[in-house]
């Protein structure tokens, strides 16, 4: 089983539904967390654009105001729900993965920022695990807290409380997977200040049972935050459908295509016949018009992506200057732009 956890910053945006549910496709996520939402009461239909797929169970805990809210989403085929506990910072699913009678619990953490109220989420969750000894444990999600100092960048780092953090995770006897892709998970909008508080914890057994589990911080595209994935499956590829968006008519080199298909076409004595050649040609050619198109789209979508995630790991390195920068905020932008055009075609489809 895949697991994708992200601090999304609100469910409210356009576009990153379509964000969360490329992520969810691409990586064969079965278990998803989502921290502060920032919302009561979020709908199915809501929770269902981030996760992307239809079938789908979930359990969700409101926020509290504008501040925190948790949502759990799984797949019903792949993880059998058993029992649930709620909590403002944390939202258990307990259950067995299909073909497996083992038990794992699967914690979604959104720790406090208050120091105080952080430690007493740890003392919590100790509990929790003490009175729930059975199967296995993954706690995942923004633990807002580090565990050494090398975990900060241009941010202050409080020694007691990551003193109190790894002694937490000690006494539950929690490990981590290496994580890859960024060396921090968080990054203030200006790009100065960088924390490593996103993170994943599992039991021994957990680790055990999948050891060649690839643990990845993602890029965060469109939250301050990076998306983390604990896969535990080999990723593959679905096949892409084809359909026809009325957004295509506003690119560039769709009116030769219609015109090479329409223009100057022999007479045939059946009209009804005649339309029909026509556009089954149409069909062929819009096809391998968007295929081009899309890989010239995609390419400059990635390569803005790609400019973004260089300049943020430069930023884990050093203070960015005034034109990286700038370089960071415009490029985040074209995608929040590009991701919301997406978007759209999301919702006409499914609609």
Not at 63 to 68: A, I, L
Not at 116 to 135: A, Y
Not at 274 to 291: Q, S, V, Y
Not at 294 to 318: G, H, L
């Amino acid at each position: 089983m895949n697991y994708l956890a992200i601090n999304i910053r609100g469910t409210r945006s356009a576009e990153k539904p379509l964000w969360i549910s490329k992520l969810v496709k691409e990586n064969r996520i079965s278990f998803l967390c989502m921290q502060e939402t920032q919302v009561s009461n979020v709908d199915e239909i809501t929770i269902g654009r981030f996760w992307g797929k239809p079938d789908m169970e979930c359990e969700t805990v409101d926020s509290r105001g504008r501040s925190g809210g948790l949502v759990s989403v799984w797949d019903p085929g792949v993880f059998t729900k058993q029992d649930v506990i709620k909590h403002d910072s944390f939202l258990l699913v307990g259950g067995v993965i299909a073909g497996s009678r083992e038990r794992i619990n699967v914690v979604n953490v959104y720790a406090p920022c208050d120091v105080i109220r952080r430690r007493t989420l740890w003392n919590e969750l100790k509990e929790l695990k003490d009175n729930n000894t059975s199967g296995l444990w993954i706690m995942i999600g923004d633990f807002n807290e580090v565990r050494s100092e090398e975990e900060r960048m241009m941010s202050r780092f409080d020694s007691q409380s990551a003193l109190i953090f790894n002694r937490f995770i000690g006494e539950l006897g929690l490990v981590e997977y290496q994580m890859g892709g960024y060396k921090y998970t968080y990054m203030s909008e200006d790009g100065k200040n960088l924390s490593k508080i996103d993170r994943t914890l599992v039991c021994d057994a957990f680790m055990e049972k999948w050891p060649e589990a690839r643990f990845e911080a993602l890029g965060r595209h469109l939250s301050d935050h990076c998306p983390i994935a604990l896969c535990c499956a080999k990723v593959d590829f679905g096949p892409i459908p084809f359909r026809f968006y009325n957004s295509w008519l506003e690119d560039e080199g769709i009116d030769e295509v219609v015109k090479k298909n329409t223009v100057g076409q022999e007479s045939e004595n059946n009209n009804m016949k005649k339309l029909a050649n026509i556009l089954k040609k149409l069909k062929i050619d819009l096809k391998e018009w968007r295929k081009k198109v899309k890989t010239r789209e995609e390419k400059e979508i990635k390569e803005t992506e790609i400019e973004v995630e260089s300049i943020e790991k430069i930023a884990e390195e050093r203070i960015l200057t005034t034109q990286e920068k700038e370089r960071r905020v415009k490029g985040r932008w074209k995608i929040k732009i590009t991701r919301g055009k997406d978007y759209k075609i999301l919702n006409k489809k499914q609609s």
